[in-house]
C-alpha cells in the first residue's frame, strides 16, 4: 500500500453511503424557505431526546456550546456563581475545560482511572471544597465514566453531575444512555463524531424542564419570546440544514456503532502478538457498559515511532492529545495540579483508524503492521 492509503478517517465515505438520504433532506430544508429554529429542528431534538431515553433535547451550535449553556443555566438560576468550581477529569479534551472558565467557574482537574481514562471516582470527594457546585463527566473515547458512584458523591455534597458526550453518542451505562446519566448531557456533532453533521453542532440533553427553558432562551440571545430577553444569551442554535443531515444520519447511528464494535474487536484480538515486553497497552473495557469506539485508543511508550513507523507503512494515527489541559499554555493557572497519570497517558496514547467504512482488509493489514513493529528487531517493543 502507498503512503497516507488508509485515512485516519475517511469522512467522505463515512457520508457517502448516506448520500441520497441526505440530499433529499437538504432539498427538503431548501424547499421550506424556513432554516433555524424550525421544523427539522424540532424534529431532531424530539427523535434524538427519544433515542437518550430523556424528557428534553435542545439544539445548539456546537459541543463546547452546549457544556457553556448548561454552566450559563445554572448560574442564572443562583446555583452557581463566579468563582466556583467544576470537578473535571485532567486528561480531557480542552473544551471542557474552555466551557468551565468561559462560564466563570473554576476548572479542578482530578486523574483519571488509568484502565478507562475516565474520571477516577475514588479519587474525586477529595477534591471537594466549599465552592464546589458541579462534576463533570467525560465519557472520553466512546466509553462512559463510571457514573453511579459519581452520582452517589455528587448527592451527598448537593453537587449536579453534567456529562460531557462529545465522544460517545449511543453508549450505554448499565442499559442507560449517555447523556441521560446526569443531571444534563452535553453533545458535540462535529463531523468525525459517532453522530457527525456536515459542519458543526451540538445539543443539550435533560430531563429537568427548568434547566432545558433556560437553555432554550439562552441559546437564542437569552430571549424566552421574541423581542424578550430574560438572559444575558448566546447566539447559539443548530441550523435546519445540519439538524436534517443528522435526522438522517441518527437512523443508521445503531448499525454504523455496530460496525465500529466490530472492527474495534478484530483490534482487541488481534493486536499484541509480538508485544514480547508487554509494552502495547489495549483499551480496557468496562463490564459496567457499552462502548461505542469513537476512538480505538492504544498506548506504547515509544508512541511516536510507533506512529511514524504506521505512516511509512501507508497508515495514517492520530493522538488524542498530545498535551493535557494543564500543560497548555493558555491555561497557565492549572499549572498547580500534580497530575503524572494524566502526563503518561497523554505521552503515550496513539489512535488508530476506526470507523463505519473500514473493510476488513484494512484493518486486518493494520493490525499486521502494528504487530510486525513490535516484533524483535525492530526497535518498537
Known sequence: MDPESIKFLDLKAVNEQYRDEIDAAIARVLDSGWYLLGQEGELFEQEFAEYCEVKHCL???????????????????????????????????????????????????????????????????????????????????????????????????????????????????????????????????????????????????????????????????????????????????????????????????????????????????????FNHLRSLILPYVADYGKHVWHLFVIRHPQRDQLAEALLAKGIQTAIHYPVPPHKQDAFPELRRFSLPITEVIHREVLSLPIGPTMGSSEVEYIIRQVNEVQSVGTGIC
Not at 120 to 148: F, K, N, S, W
Not at 208 to 221: E, F, I, M, P, Q
Open 59 to 273: 439544539g445548539v451550535a456546537n459541543g463546547l456550546d452546549a457544556l457553556i449553556l448548561i454552566l450559563m443555566a445554572y448560574c442564572e438560576f443562583g446555583f452557581m456563581e463566579t468563582g466556583d468550581e467544576v470537578i473535571v477529569p485532567g486528561n480531557t479534551c480542552i473544551p471542557s475545560i474552555l466551557a468551565i472558565t468561559r462560564a466563570g467557574l473554576n476548572p479542578v482537574l482530578v486523574e483519571p482511572d488509568e484502565r478507562t481514562y475516565n474520571i477516577d471516582p475514588a479519587l474525586i470527594e477529595l477534591a471537594i471544597t466549599d465552592r464546589t457546585r458541579a462534576i463533570m463527566a467525560v465519557h472520553l473515547y466512546g466509553q462512559c465514566a463510571d457514573i453511579d458512584p459519581i452520582i452517589t458523591i455528587a448527592e451527598k455534597h448537593g453537587l449536579k453531575v453534567i456529562e460531557d458526550v462529545a465522544q460517545a453518542q449511543g453508549a450505554t451505562y448499565r442499559g442507560r444512555k449517555a447523556g441521560s446519566l446526569g443531571d444534563a448531557g452535553a453533545f458535540s456533532f462535529y463531523p468525525s463524531k459517532n453522530l457527525g453533521a456536515l459542519g458543526d453542532g451540538g445539543a443539550v440533553t435533560t430531563d429537568d424542564s427548568d434547566l432545558a427553558g433556560a437553555v432554550k432562551a439562552l441559546r437564542n440571545y437569552g430571549s424566552h419570546k421574541r423581542n424578550y430577553n430574560k438572559y444575558k444569551g448566546l447566539n447559539s442554535r443548530l441550523d435546519e440544514l445540519q439538524a436534517a443531515i443528522l435526522r438522517v444520519k441518527l437512523r443508521h447511528l445503531g448499525s454504523d456503532n455496530e460496525r465500529r464494535e466490530t472492527l474495534a474487536c478484530a483490534y482487541q484480538s488481534e493486536l499484541g502478538i
